[in-house]
């Protein structure tokens, strides 16, 4: 194994997860604004994991509901939201220096001498390789500035992310045969929380006697709310019923082990989920006592549920859920174990 391989984070700078927090969110508008780097949930089985929700497990398209307005709009910040005004910018893809990583000081630079104000001192930060957040003081600043021509002029582009101006929230106990437009239209909550932008009924993994995948929903919806807040509780049809905060579910690459994406969607070498080397673990004949995990060095499967990365990742999505921000703010609180526990569980 690569000595240095599991000192790496598993993720690639978080830019996988902000994808999959924009599935989460405003995926129609995300289309339409700006190009996008796929969100194809795989539903092949993981080895002993399920992934809980994946939007390709969708039974029917009862099973999910958009506002209209997510056709048209691309994201900004509403008169009524209390901040941080985030606005991220990124070098576009094509551009001549668009595998350069974009460095906040050099950013800054830009728009001073664009002239562009009201960014708060300390306000840029990294998040991702090619990713930087700004931090406007208000939300008309930052409003305006996803249109600023210093943009162009630079072949850079700015958007708010979703996790900004959107909240998700869970909510149990959505009978089964409603369709989510039907429970939509039933709800009403305390002014001053934004509309339902999107509902999403989530599915259950299940087996088949035969042994193949099939999907059935659940009564929990996620829904997807304008705005910086989440209400407590929705009415309809004279009950209330709680809204939690939806905690974005952990989910593992079966071709790259990293987090945050599924195989569909992967972009990276295949790493071996036995032995850690530049192979599919699929074919891979290693006897089963020199097994060793690339994530953590234990002897287990890089896949294994039991694995202290597994936990991490799960810590790192709870504070993205709790927190709303990105990967890489999220991670930075869990930094990985160096070096992991040798002592992990054998298999
Ligand atoms: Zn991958
Ligand atoms: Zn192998
Ligand atoms: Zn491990």
Not at 3 to 8: A, S, Y
Not at 61 to 72: G, M, T
Not at 132 to 144: D, G, M, P
């Amino acid at each position: 194994m690569d000595g240095d391989e599991r000192l790496k984070p598993p993720d690639k700078g978080g830019g996988e997860c902000e994808c999959l927090m924009e599935t989460e969110g405003f995926k129609a508008s995300a289309d339409i604004c700006r190009k996008r780097t796929g969100d194809n949930l795989s539903s092949e089985p993981l080895p002993k994991r399920t992934i809980t929700d994946p939007e390709s497990g969708l039974g029917s398209e009862s099973n999910i509901y958009k506002h209209p307005s997510l056709e048209v709009n691309c994201r900004k910040y509403d008169v009524d939201d209390f901040g941080p005004f985030i606005v991220h910018v990124s070098r576009i893809a094509d551009s001549p220096n668009s595998g350069v990583s974009l460095k906040p000081i050099r950013l800054g630079a830009f728009l001073v001498e664009g002239g562009v104000q009201s960014v708060k001192k300390d306000g840029i930060k990294q998040v991702g390789r090619n990713r930087l957040s700004v931090e406007f003081s208000s939300a008309t600043a930052a409003n305006e500035f996803l249109s600023h021509e210093l943009l162009n002029k630079h072949k850079l582009k700015a958007e708010i992310p979703s996790y900004n101006i959107s909240r998700l929230g869970l909510v149990r106990g959505v009978p089964t045969d409603w369709s989510m437009e039907e429970f939509v239209n039933a709800t009403e909550y305390k002014e001053g929380h934004g509309k339902i932008m999107k509902a999403r009924r989530l599915n259950r993994k299940i087996r088949r006697d035969d042994g193949s995948p099939a999907w059935l929903p659940t009564q929990s919806v996620v829904l997807t709310f304008e705005g910086q807040s989440l209400p407590k509780k929705i009415y309809a049809f004279y009950t209330s019923l709680v809204v939690e905060v939806y905690q974005l579910p952990t989910i593992q690459c079966r071709k790259c082990l990293r987090f945050g994406h599924v195989q569909n969607a992967c972009r990276s070498n295949a790493r071996c989920y036995k032995c850690g080397q530049a192979h599919s673990g699929d074919t891979c004949n290693i006897p089963s006592e020199r097994v060793r995990c690339l994530l953590c060095t234990g002897r287990h499967l890089a896949t294994d549920p039991t694995c202290p990365e597994f936990d991490r990742q799960k810590r790192i999505k709870k504070i993205m859920s709790e927190n709303c921000v990105s990967y890489m703010e999220a991670s930075a609180q869990e930094p990985v174990p160096n070096p992991y526990s040798r002592t992990s569980p054998e298999i």
